[in-house]
C-alpha cells in the first residue's frame, strides 16, 4: 500500500524491511513549515533544517536516529540585539506498527507508522525546543541595558549614574520646593 506522503518530514520506509538489524540512512534537507521554538528564539519559517541520520528496523517498528541542524534567530535576553544560534540537536525515536498493547493509561501516544512512512516533524520540534537556551545572549561579555536609561551598558562610560530618588522620600523634595529651599525652619 503506497499512500501519499503528508509532511516533507515523511521519511518513506518502503524499500526497508520488517527484520530487526535491517538499516537504511537518511540525509534531506527540508524547509521549516512552521517556527519551531520559544518566543525569544527560534528556527523561523521557510528556514533551512537538514538531518542526517539513520533508520532501523526493530521488532515492533523503526527507530530513527538522527542529528538535526539549522540556524536560530532571536534576540538576546540582555540587550535585545538581534542574534543567530547554530542548532545541532540530536533526535531519536521510536515509530510502532501498532498501538502498544502495554501502554499505559497516563503515557502518551506513541509515534505510529503511517503510510509506510514517518513524520520527523513531531521529534525534531521536541529537539529542537530542548536545544535552545531558554535565555539566550549575544555573548558571556554582555552587560545588557541600564535600567534607568535603556541604553547598553557597555557602550556608556564607566561614571554613568543616574539620580533617583526614592518614591517614599520624593514629597519631601516637594515641600522643599513649597518651602523656597531655604531649609530654614520656621
Not at 4 to 17: G, K, P, V, W
Request: charged letters at 25%; a negative charge; one cysteine or more.
Amino acid at each position: 500500500m503506497s499512500g501519499s506522503i503528508a509532511s516533507e518530514f515523511a521519511i518513506s520506509i518502503h524499500d526497508l524491511r520488517r527484520q530487526p538489524g535491517e538499516m537504511m540512512e537518511i540525509n534531506r534537507s527540508f524547509p521549516s513549515p512552521e517556527r519551531i521554538g520559544i518566543d525569544i528564539i527560534a528556527i523561523e519559517v521557510n528556514t533551512e533544517i537538514s538531518i542526517s541520520g539513520k533508520v532501523e528496523s526493530v521488532s515492533t517498528g523503526v527507530l530513527a536516529s538522527c542529528q538535526v541542524e539549522a540556524i536560530a534567530t532571536g534576540e538576546c535576553v540582555r540587550c535585545l540585539d538581534p542574534l543567530t544560534l547554530p542548532i545541532h540537536a540530536f533526535i531519536q525515536e521510536l515509530f510502532y506498527y501498532s498501538v502498544p498493547l502495554d501502554l499505559e493509561e497516563d503515557e502518551d501516544e506513541p509515534l505510529l507508522i503511517s503510510d509506510e512512512s514517518i513524520d520527523l516533524l513531531a521529534p525534531i520540534r521536541d529537539g529542537v525546543i530542548l536545544d535552545l537556551p531558554l535565555t539566550p545572549h549575544c555573548s558571556e561579555e554582555c552587560l545588557g541595558l541600564c535600567p534607568d536609561c535603556g541604553e547598553k551598558v557597555a557602550l556608556n562610560p564607566g561614571d554613568h549614574v543616574h539620580q533617583s530618588i526614592d518614591p517614599r522620600w520624593a514629597a519631601l523634595g516637594k515641600l522643599e520646593q513649597l518651602d523656597g529651599g531655604s531649609g530654614q525652619e520656621g
